[in-house]
């Protein structure tokens, strides 16, 4: 054998030793060392109230299916008309910005003209059918034609889907969707008013609200009602997690903000495991969540607590 190709061969017969020598180190670290964190797991994710409307539309009679839909399609109308309103798009953007949002226009226009032709279909239509698809994308089918719902904004999505679902289940009975966007039931609580301390709104349950005046009583009794239906919601949820044994832990419980997000993501211990659930009054506003983990443990426990959730501004 030729000198250099003896110290070739010895060369490589080197590098697949080391190569060797570090796959068996990795497997070592591997079997006696640190293990990598498991992902955070998602513990629930609720559907939101519109889709649990349309849930309750697979036999319901036809008028309901094509009163469903006329509502849809008017709601979509809307809110691309909104988007594309010169008067609106002039205050949006300037500079650079212009050619992005006129490629934008562009886009949008035709959308709005095919649901403007859909809307004129739906009033002469044989059949509709309102479907999900494996995307969780609302469709609609009328007679022969498809038409597949996408709002031009996420915020815009979340505010009118929301109010659809209400205004719908105002109209018909949405007991077969599980009461989707009907109105809660009555809360009662009453203000309570102490020396040398914020007037507030207390519920029955023990969830209190503080502020700093009684100035516009009405608008904070009734966020406060907000934020109670939600943390009520959030309780049952939880009470489900605690019987499936997952880990909950009450000193981590927090709301991860996800702007535009369609449901809030609400952590609830260490890893990072979450709960994704349609809570609103919960997004927009900053609640002391060390008292809400102390609310919804008691509540998740059958046992009562008394504890101030939204605290007066300083």
Known sequence: MRPHRVAAWRGARGLRAGLLALALCGLVLSAGGATAE??????????SALMRVIAGLADAPAAVRRDFATRLIAALVAAYEDELD????????????????ARWQQASAPLLNDLRRAQAALAAAQRVEVQMDRQQQILLRIDDRLVWVAWPRISTQVRMERELAVEFCRHHDCARAGDAGTEPAPMHGLWVLS????PA???T???????????DRADKEALCRAVVGDLQHLGAALRLAVRRGEPIDWDHLALQPEPDALRQRIIVNARGDYLQLDLPALAG?????????IWLR????DQSALVTVLRAAP
């Open 38 to 47: 498991p992902a955070p797991r998602q513990l629930q994710a609720e559907p």
């Open 86 to 101: 010169p008067a609106l798009l002039a205050h949006r953007v300037d500079g650079p910005g212009h050619r992005k949002l």
């Open 195 to 198: 020396q040398g301390r914020h």
């Open 201 to 203: 709104w207390e519920h």
């Open 205 to 215: 349950n023990g969830l209190r609200c503080e502020f700093t005046s009684l100035a």
């Open 285 to 293: 506003h900053a609640l002391d969540w060390a008292a809400v983990g």
């Open 298 to 301: 008691a509540q998740v426990h």
